[in-house]
């Protein structure tokens, strides 16, 4: 009884969501603001508009790469450098067979797992590529200011 009830609650709520989307289509203001097609929206802006988005979306993420870059590999460095240091003054000692062996062992998992992963790696370039080719001149905005971004 009470599944039944939650079932036709939740039918008349979707007839009312659809029902609201059919009436916002018709309305005059809202084919002004979203554009009659259902295509990508940057392609409602002009192309100026698109390169500068895409430019200045690029731009911010390639300085943050950048930025987060430096940050990690002087984080990483730094901790490879004191565990050097520890080793050379006896506060550590390393069993370099152990860690060999354990990259070994690292390889032919990562190996044996990268060929279960190909059929997903797909599906998702194939949906970069979609994505790309719908968004040519938002997407090489981006890239530009990407590399603008990586060099300042």
Known sequence: MLN?????????????????????????WWNRVFGKN????????????QIALGGASGWCAGYLCQ???????TAV?????????????G????????VEKDV???KRQLKKNTDKAVPE??????KSTDFVKK??????????????GLAS
Do not use: C, H
């Open 4 to 28: 039944r009830s939650l079932q036709n609650l939740e039918e008349e709520i979707y007839d009312k969501v659809v029902d609201l989307t059919e009436y916002a289509k018709r309305q005059r």
């Open 38 to 49: 259902s295509g990508p929206i940057a392609a409602k802006y002009s192309v100026a508009t």
């Open 67 to 73: 930025k987060v870059g430096k940050v990690a590999a």
């Open 77 to 89: 460095g730094g901790g490879l450098l004191l565990l050097q240091i520890a080793n050379n003054t």
């Open 91 to 98: 506060y550590i000692q390393v069993d370099w067979k152990r």
């Open 104 to 106: 070994d062992k690292a």
């Open 121 to 126: 790696l797909n599906t998702f370039m194939e």
């Open 135 to 148: 968004n040519i001149v938002v997407t090489s905005g981006f890239v530009g200011g990407f590399l603008l």
